[in-house]
């Protein structure tokens, strides 16, 4: 199938993920629908590109599904406050699990290539790194729900299915929902404010641009199957807000260590979800950006 001929919709496009797909389809001039729960908030998307879906509503899923008719769905769409998953049980696996199964049985009897975004928080913590083969077992409502969706998926025997676990999504977007550890530790410590960061919890962050490009790079190659998409180096996320500083050229001595027991939040965390990225590597050539280079992209000041 030719680029240019691609339709792709996307939902979620209010989220960080969703804005950025929206940007690059934009400047790359493929034909797109922006979806999102609440109205249009992209600044630079226009109203026409724009339509309100709530993926809970099956109704509503098949019905922009057939009219706009994509050659592509990216499912940028979830609750992502893992803490407020706790809470909030119904709506996030409503939105996680039954919202996968809505798109999934739209596009039955279709030639539509579903991309699903999932998640580092199906894995339990106790292995350092995980390769898209090792078995899952969540920890937390987000997690499980996540996971609920990849088993809708596997069970549903699609075949044109692409599922990318991500881990800790950072970028630059407009009037988020959810909270960037980076775009916020680099405006804490430019104020010169004190961060106590988690020494017990070691991620493999990922740069945003670097997701929409294995989604491209997706597209392009026709890639079916599980993939990891993350950055490239596992780190405490200590160690990551320690870069920030450096990167800042402030003094580290900002920076202080605590435990996730210190942290306190709600939802069990996995202590290590490093992602191995080597299959998504060799399949379609996905190359991450340096963390270092990453802070300029993301920095205000730049
Ligand atoms: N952020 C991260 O660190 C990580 C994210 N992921 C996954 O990546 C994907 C994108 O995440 P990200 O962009 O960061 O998430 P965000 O929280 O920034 O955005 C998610 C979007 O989903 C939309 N949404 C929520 N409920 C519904 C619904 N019922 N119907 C339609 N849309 C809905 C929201 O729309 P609205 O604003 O209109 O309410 C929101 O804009 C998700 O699948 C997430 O699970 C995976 C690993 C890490
Ligand atoms: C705000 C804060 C965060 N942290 C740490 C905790 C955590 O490891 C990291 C990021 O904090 P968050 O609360 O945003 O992280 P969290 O909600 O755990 O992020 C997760 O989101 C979902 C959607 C995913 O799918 C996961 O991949 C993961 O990215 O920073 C501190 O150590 N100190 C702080 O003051």
New binding site residues.
């Given amino acids: 199938m030719s680029q240019s001929k691609n339709r792709i919709l996307i939902?979620?496009?209010?989220?960080?993920?969703?804005?950025t797909l929206t940007k690059h389809f934009i400047e790359n001039q493929i034909e797109f629908l922006a979806?999102?729960?609440?109205?249009n908030?992209i600044s630079y998307c226009p109203d026409n590109d724009f339509r309100a879906?709530?993926?809970?509503?099956k109704e509503q899923v098949k019905e922009v599904i057939q009219e706009f008719n994509p050659t592509h769905i990216i499912?940028?769409?979830?609750?992502?406050?893992v803490d407020a998953c706790e809470d909030e049980v119904e709506?996030c696996f409503?939105?996680?699990a039954t919202?996968v199964k809505n798109i999934l049985e739209a596009i039955e009897n279709t030639e539509i290539h579903l991309i699903?975004?999932?998640?580092?928080?199906i894995f339990d913590g106790q292995k350092k790194s995980y390769s898209e083969e090792d078995t899952a077992n969540p920890l937390s409502n987000?997690g499980k729900s996540?996971w609920d969706g990849e088993q809708i998926i596997f069970k549903s025997g699609f075949e044109k299915v692409t599922i990318l676990?991500?881990?800790?999504?950072?970028g630059v977007?407009e009037k988020?929902?959810?909270g960037?550890i980076f775009n916020w530790s680099m405006q804490e410590l430019r104020k010169g404010n004190q961060l106590k960061i988690v020494n017990d919890q070691f991620r493999t962050p990922?740069f945003?641009e670097d997701?929409v490009q294995a989604c491209q790079k997706v597209i392009n190659s026709n890639s079916f199957g599980v993939y990891n998409i993350a950055g490239g180096d596992l780190k405490s996320m200590f160690d990551y807000i320690i870069l920030v500083a450096e990167y800042l050229k402030v003094d580290t001595d900002l920076v202080s260590a605590i435990t996730s027991k210190n942290l306190n939040q709600k939802a069990k965390r996995p202590i290590s979800s490093g992602l191995i990225i080597d299959k998504a590597k060799k399949g379609f050539d996905y190359n991450p950006t340096d963390f270092m280079v990453t802070l300029s992209k993301i920095d205000p000041e730049n």
């Fill in positions: 939902t979620g496009s209010n989220g960080l993920l969703g804005q979806t999102a729960n609440s109205e908030k879906l709530n993926i809970q509503n499912n940028a769409a979830a609750m992502t406050n709506r409503g939105v996680n919202g699903q975004i999932s998640t580092d928080f987000y996540k676990r991500t881990s800790i999504v950072y977007g988020l929902n959810k960037n990922t945003v997701l």
